[in-house]
Nanobody, 126 residues
């Protein structure tokens, strides 16, 4: 299974970006996918997760109301729409996937995920 993330870039504060992550490889029956991020010198933190079956979502407090996670089941792709980006959102963003059908409280737990993408850089600065 391979996860390919894309869509990162550089924007000014208040700008928007949309990240995509497509799962490919052997048959991958997606249970859930999520986005994590890691800023220089900091630990990897969860951003948002989504359960594949019913699109149940879970967001980190820091991004609620600004970021939106969604999925396209036909393309095995998860998206992260990021609006009103701020300098503190600057990080390398990783997507992750699992075949497990997770309960909501586990959608943002790093240990829930078996597959990881390579990361895409998001830089927010003026």
């Amino acid at each position: 299974v391979q996860l390919q993330a894309s869509g990162g870039g550089s924007v000014q504060p208040g700008g928007s970006l949309r990240l995509s992550c497509a799962a490919s490889g052997r048959t991958f029956s997606v249970g859930a996918m999520a986005w994590f991020r890691q800023a220089p010198g900091k630990e990897r933190e969860s951003v948002a997760g989504i359960r594949w079956s019913d699109a149940n979502t879970n967001y980190a407090t820091s991004v609620k109301g600004r970021f939106s996670i969604s999925r396209d089941k036909t393309k095995n792709t998860v998206y992260l729409q990021m609006n009103n980006l701020q300098p503190e959102d600057t990080a390398l963003y990783y997507c992750a996937g699992t075949i497990s059908r997770l309960i909501s409280s586990r959608l943002r737990e790093r240990a829930s995920y078996d597959y990881w993408g390579q990361g895409t850089q998001v830089t927010v600065s003026s």
